[in-house]
């Protein structure tokens, strides 16, 4: 059963750099695009970007200039940068599976979330 | 691809068959998801494109759909139903979702 289990920092102040990572536990790294997400207080859902085994990233356009998804090499945590975060930034972050072969592109597993709080 | 679900929230009773939709701006053939979230956890997917239920999730749960216009059904309310629903779709980055529809309980 595979799991994701996600850490990082939750609160910070503006202008500092936001870092995320998950930790892939149980399965396969490989056939699968690695996602991040957020979620607003009270708000819907937020893709931020992805990245294949391979190292190949997209991003939303919307933030694309703020953020930077890795994989290690040891291909089992990915992680999310976020620079120059405002409160705006203050969300859930969840990490996620996108399983493109087999599901369409749904995201099937989830990790639990991190609240990072942005405040001066 | 904007994402675009109704009603925005519901009110119904335990037993009744409900309807959401969710229309695209443009067409996304077949790549729809579904996912249901409580308060306090992460989404849950449900229904994967437009009518595949995922593993695990209950028959009642049913989706339906193409192009730019997709149902999701559950035909009988359970308790553990009320939540709120969001659509995605995967037919290009970037990804998208609706706004949700909260289901509550009557």
């Known amino acids: 059963q595979v799991q994701l289990q996600q850490w990082g920092a939750g609160l910070l102040k503006p202008s500092e750099t936001l870092s995320l990572t998950c930790a892939v536990d149980?399965?396969?790294?490989?056939?699968?695009?690695w996602t991040w997400v957020r979620q607003s207080p009270g708000k819907g859902l937020e893709w931020i970007g992805d990245?294949?085994?391979?190292?190949?990233?997209n991003y939303n356009p919307s933030l694309k200039s703020r953020v930077t998804i890795s994989v290690d090499r040891s291909k089992t945590h990915f992680s999310l940068k976020l620079t120059s975060v405002t409160a705006a930034d203050t969300s859930v972050y969840y990490c996620?599976?996108?399983?493109?072969?087999?599901?369409?592109?749904?995201?099937?597993?989830w990790g639990q979330g991190t609240l990072v709080t942005v405040s001066s | 691809i904007q994402m675009t679900q109704s009603p925005s929230s519901l009110s119904a009773s335990v037993g009744d068959r409900v309807t959401i939709t969710c229309r695209a701006s443009?067409?996304?053939?077949?790549?729809l998801n579904w996912y249901q979230q409580k308060p306090g956890n992460a989404p849950k997917l449900l229904i994967y494109?437009?009518?595949n239920l995922e593993d695990g999730v209950p028959s009642r749960f049913s989706g339906s759909g193409s192009g730019t216009d997709f149902t999701l059904t559950i035909s009988s309310l359970q308790p553990e139903d009320f939540a709120t629903y969001y659509c995605?779709?995967?037919?290009?980055?970037?990804?998208?979702f609706g706004q949700g529809t909260r289901l509550e309980i009557k």
């Open positions: 149980g399965g396969s790294f490989s056939g699968f695009y």
């Open positions: 494109a437009a009518s």
């Open positions: 990245i294949k085994e391979s190292g190949v990233t």
């Open positions: 996620a599976r996108d399983s493109p072969a087999h599901k369409f592109g749904a995201f099937d597993i």
């Open positions: 995605q779709q995967s037919y290009s980055p970037p990804r998208t």
């Open positions: 443009q067409t996304i053939s077949s790549y």
